[in-house]
């Protein structure tokens, strides 16, 4: 079973900045947290990971909370090629489970 | 980022015949892949993994000579669909770990492959 839980769906202006929460209260200290999402009939695409600290790439930041129970994923401007499901994974090593994610809506 | 290729894109078959389905690392080394199957619209489920050079680990209610998996090289792995029935159409994905070392390593995915089994 996954060991986060996220919102079903979201909508989200475009052009504004989209915050996707995830929660992992049951986090194991060497466990990394990683997002990737998913458009239709496509495999899914990396987008960010991280441990503890907060990380930025040129897709979106990761924000982790001091007791990394939670994170947030941003996509600072999103567009509307954004719209996607969005999979939050917890996980130490190679073993990856997908929860049924966050299904970001981008409107126009 | 390391970039896997995965072919065919889509095919549709007879019920009863074999499909066979390519997973390729194009830049990189993989020792290991996964092959995922995705119902419509539900989460990512997988499979089995598969391991260069040794037999495949498949999950619990997989079955293992259904869904042969031969992982013959360090950059290719085939799921080959036997005696496929309508009830095996989905889409299956692949994927492999690269990049940083094995506590950050990162799966990249396939673009799936998605079977229809007349």
């Known amino acids: 079973d996954a060991k986060t839980t996220q919102p079903t769906s979201m909508d989200c202006a475009e052009g504004r900045a989209a915050n996707l929460p995830c929660n992992h209260s049951?986090?194991?200290?060497?466990?990394?947290v990683y997002w990737y999402r998913q458009i239709h009939s496509q495999g899914p695409q990396y987008i960010i990971h991280g441990l503890k600290n907060n990380e930025t790439n040129e897709m979106a930041s990761l924000i982790i909370t001091e007791d990394r129970k939670s994170s947030t994923l941003i996509l600072p401007h999103a567009t509307l090629r954004d719209t996607a499901v969005y999979y939050c994974i917890v996980t130490y090593g190679q073993n990856f489970v997908f929860g049924p994610g966050t299904r970001l809506s981008v409107l126009p | 980022g390391a970039v896997v290729s995965q072919h065919p894109s889509r095919v549709i078959c007879k019920s009863g015949t074999s499909v066979k389905i390519e997973c390729r690392s194009l830049d990189f080394q993989a020792t290991t892949m996964f092959w995922y199957r995705q119902f419509p619209k539900q989460s990512l489920m997988l499979m089995a993994t598969s391991n260069e050079g040794s037999k495949a680990t498949y999950e619990q209610g997989v079955e293992k000579d259904k869904f042969l998996i031969n992982h013959a090289s360090l950059t290719l792995s085939t799921l080959t669909v036997t005696s496929a029935h309508p009830e095996d159409s989905s889409f299956y994905i692949c994927?492999?770990?690269?990049?940083?070392?094995?506590?950050?390593?990162?799966?990249?995915f396939g673009s799936g492959t998605q079977l229809s089994v007349l």
């Open positions: 994927s492999a770990p690269s990049g940083g070392g094995f506590l950050r390593e990162k799966l990249f």
């Open positions: 049951t986090i194991s200290g060497n466990e990394y």
